[in-house]
């Protein structure tokens, strides 16, 4: 790691100013690509961002240049739906979201009551989103205060940009993760107050999802939406089938799912829903209206059997889509793999997934969705130092595949077939390198 407060990266840039659309050439003006660029960065914050040559004479005597020629800077990848405490259940067999829960993540979410166990497994998730590439998450903690103590701990000593709360629950789960029902509303105000909005922090208000909260419970969670608009939310929303015939018998009163969170006022701007298969198009209108996002899923879908994420149907009606491992149920923390997932349900659908399409989502896309795009997301003046330096040449298929591409957006769409942490050469975050591929 290096403290220096001012440094240039030279490698090829790559950055989105604009959503770059569904064709197979990206939309006019959506895309800033330099071949052989620089990256000035001062104090944490990207201070100019040029084609080297035009660079140079411009930058003060003895600053350290970091030469990356023949490889690519992306702005960090963001994952905007991710389970930190499921991170040692990983490619556990056999078991779709339901049985799942039970069998594997409510046990496993146990031990978190210990400190000790909590601070551990916070540092080693964060090394391995860095290893990936990715620099900000939107993460699920347990329904244990210290969980969220730990991992927003953790985050801090590393100066990142990060989204976590405490999962809500008081029913249907052990009575080890179950709150009182004010008692979780409590702890989470006590929560916010110490750790939202410090240094790179934010809160995310967590109801696991709706067959595991109180209306009384889901209620208490809208009203500390409408007391403070900077607070985010995430839960889950028609995952898997059996799952909405739950919840159609806890609340019959509603007329659909999505109708339990917009009931006690959950639907809004930062609001996250992951998953979002079984919907209709209606539902989805609703969702676009009030601004909230879709997390798409896609290796968690396909190895929990969920069904495939309708993307299409989703842009449709303007509704945000983000993209995310949903690890413990993801098989992979890497946006790479992610992208190659969402590729390949893509074409189960008929809708391939361009890499320009999937570069944008899982950096500028995710952070406009996620209400983060003024401070991370582009390679721009201004914004927070948060980058990910890819190899094209990683591994020797990627290298030998890479080698015969003719245009970004092959080799682009290589690294997002072929692509895993080895791919990472360096992640930066807070305009710190965080973490180097061993040599």
Not at 9 to 29: I, M, Q, T
Not at 174 to 193: F, K, V
Request: aromatic share 8%; net charge negative.
């Amino acid at each position: 790691m290096t403290n220096n407060d001012s440094r240039v990266l030279r490698a090829e840039l790559l950055s989105f100013d604009a959503d770059p659309g569904e064709d197979d050439a990206p939309a006019e003006g959506s895309v800033c690509h330099i071949v052989d660029g620089g990256i000035w960065i001062e104090n944490g914050r990207i201070h100019a961002v040029d084609d080297y040559a035009r660079l140079a004479p411009e930058l003060p005597e003895g600053i350290e240049v970091i030469d990356h020629r023949g490889k690519l800077i992306t702005p960090g990848f963001i994952d905007s739906h991710v389970h930190y405490v499921q991170l040692e259940i990983m490619a556990s067999y056999g078991r779709q979201l339901l049985d799942w829960l039970n069998d594997y993540t409510f046990p496993e979410e146990c031990r978190f009551a210990a400190r000790a166990h909590a601070e551990a497994l916070s540092e080693a998730f964060l090394d391995e989103m860095l290893r990936v590439g990715t620099t900000t998450a939107q993460v699920f903690c347990s329904s244990h205060p210290i969980s969220v103590d730990a991992f927003f701990s953790a985050s801090r000593r590393r100066d990142l940009r990060m989204l976590a709360g405490k999962v809500l629950m008081d029913r249907h789960a052990p009575d080890a993760l179950c709150d009182d029902t004010l008692g979780g509303i409590r702890d989470t105000e006590r929560l916010i107050g110490d750790w939202h909005g410090k240094g790179r922090l934010g809160y995310s208000l967590t109801p696991r999802f709706a067959p595991t909260s109180s209306r009384a419970q889901l209620d208490a969670t809208g009203g500390l939406m409408r007391n403070d608009a900077s607070l985010w939310l995430q839960t889950h929303l028609a995952e898997n089938t059996g799952e909405l015939d739950w919840v159609a018998a806890l609340f019959p009163g509603s007329r659909d799912y999505l109708a339990v969170y917009e009931q006690s006022g959950l639907v809004g701007p930062r609001s996250t829903f992951a998953h979002g298969i079984h919907l209709d198009q209606a539902m989805r209108g609703r969702l676009a209206e009030r601004g909230a996002n879709l997390a798409f899923c896609p290796s968690s879908n396909l190895f929990l059997g969920s069904g495939l994420f309708d993307r299409l149907a989703a842009r449709e009606m303007a509704l945000n889509i983000t993209y995310a491992s949903d690890v413990g149920g993801g098989t992979d923390l890497s946006g790479l793999a992610t992208l190659k997932a969402a590729y390949q349900v893509g074409q189960l659908r008929g809708q391939p997934l361009t890499a320009w399409q999937g570069f944008y989502g899982l950096t500028l896309g995710n952070a406009r969705a996620l209400s983060l795009d003024g401070h991370i997301g582009r390679l721009a003046p201004g914004m927070e130092a948060d980058l990910v330096v890819l190899d094209p040449a990683a591994t020797p298929l990627l290298a030998r595949r890479t080698a015969r591409s003719r245009s970004l957006s092959e080799t682009l769409f290589a690294l997002m077939m072929l692509g895993d942490d080895r791919s990472v050469a360096e992640t930066w975050a807070g305009g710190r390198l965080q973490h180097r591929r061993a040599a």
